[in-house]
């Protein structure tokens, strides 16, 4: 599903506008039909209470108008409008439309004028995709009252004061914090993004219909993973297969106290699907390795020489970090794997080590890199989203590596400059080792011929899919573990496959 800016998204209306043809009044008032659609479907529908909808002055408040209208006929409604000296053309005969159909529109002098009961629901309507600044003055004021109020607030297409695309230099308290917003069309970036995500709340799309003709040639870097197109990506297995067919991995990591890592990664790349998997790692975890997973070939790492164990074992793809550690052994074996052509995953203290190293200029088309915010912090630092996201969108795009950067909507850049955000996984996923299970699973699927973007796309969206299987069968995010997401791995190859063609 594509993403697009603010500005495409204008583009869209208008020419839906010219092309379908509609007017600008009946496409609001499709918009306001599909909303509601949405409203009424979402846990927060109730008809026993009351609900109370702000409007702006632009067309973000024209919905609420039309909204306002259209639930009338379950609630008890209150609507209140921003003073503005030019409201938008079908804010204005939405107005009138309001008042025909009897609803008082209440002018917003102060925000105490809002009047609200513990169980209302809020419509926030203020502004949409039209904000050109941040937020001040009574409009700034509204946001701030209706935040510290505990009412169920419902935004409409954005949370007000939000920006679709780029709030680095935006002011977060002056963003209304919704629990659902209902948006047109398509997911807005800042949705998917720190630290504005979280303000949009629960999301749900109100399919407006576009002018399709717009949707499919609009161009665009930036898309959210969806599982018929992650489906497209899968390749059943041949049957006649055999083991030497399905893969060839090396992974390197599991010293020392953080033995545990290789294991995990190592349950993980058996479970996604690897024909052989040899493990390098320290003798605590070569020793425990055969009892863990009888499956994998284990090797000391203070027995062997990496460059002879390449040459005996000939992998088809690498993945090194997960408990790997940063001691200077470490950092000396990274050293000499990182000249290695043979596609590699990254992951967690090889990463630490890079960046300790300045070691980023290395990575190049070879490389996978799975950093987690804090690892991603040390190897491209510590700027605001926009202009990191700008920055390591950059770094890829001229070093030839892939970058996973991992959190909720876990994103992949590749180098042509694209970024797909992955749509699957939870909370219960914030728990020691679930990074390590995403690195297996990487390392299965390249070891198995997957390009470094499929495997990406493919593994990143298995391993969240994993790990909403996992939240199902064990009831709560709390006790999920990241053995559970290996475990369930095979469900999540299963619900995958319904949607191969
Ligand atoms: N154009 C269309 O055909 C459609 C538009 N729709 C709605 O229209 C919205 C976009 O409408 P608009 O472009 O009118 O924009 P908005 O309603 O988001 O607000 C724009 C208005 O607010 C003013 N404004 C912007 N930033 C401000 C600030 N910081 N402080 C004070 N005033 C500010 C602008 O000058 C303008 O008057 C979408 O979010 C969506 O809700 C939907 O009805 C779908 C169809
Ligand atoms: N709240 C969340 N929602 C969705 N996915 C999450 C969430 N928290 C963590 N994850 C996923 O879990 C994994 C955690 O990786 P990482 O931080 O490296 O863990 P570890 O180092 O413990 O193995 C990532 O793939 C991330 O996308
Ligand atoms: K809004």
Redesign the pocket.
Known sequence: MKILSAEQI?EA?QYT?ENEPIA?ID??ER?VHEWVMEYVQSPYFDYHKPVVILC????????GLGIARSLKNFHKVAVYLLP?E?Y?EDNLINQHRAREKGIEIIPIQKPEDIRVTSDTIIVDAL??????????GL?ADVVRFINHLSNKKIS???PSGMFADDNDHNNIETIVAADLTIT?QFPKLSFLMMPTGPLAGELRIAD?KLHHEFLRSVQTNHYLLEKKEVAKVYQPRNTWIHKGQAGRALLVGGIGHTSGAAILSATAALRAGVGLLYVACGSRATQALPFARPEAISFDLNEVNINDLISAVEPDAIAIGPGLGTSSAAAELLDQMLEFEIPTVLDADALNLIAQHHWQKRLGKQHLITPHPGEAARLFGNSKQMEFHRTLRAFVQSSGCTVVYKGKYSRIYTPEGNVYFNPTGNAGMATAGSGDVLTGILLALIAGGYSLEKAAKLGVYLHGLSGDIALKSRGSEEAVLASDLCEKLGNAFEELKKDVE
Do not use: C, Q, T
């Not at 702006?56 to 919905?63: A, E, F, K, L, R």
């Open positions: 204008r209306d506008i600008s496409l609001m918009a702006g002055p632009g067309n973000n408040g024209g919905d503005s030019k938008s502004y949409g995709s039209g904000l050109s600044r941040p937020l001040e409009a409409v297409d954005i047109f407006i």
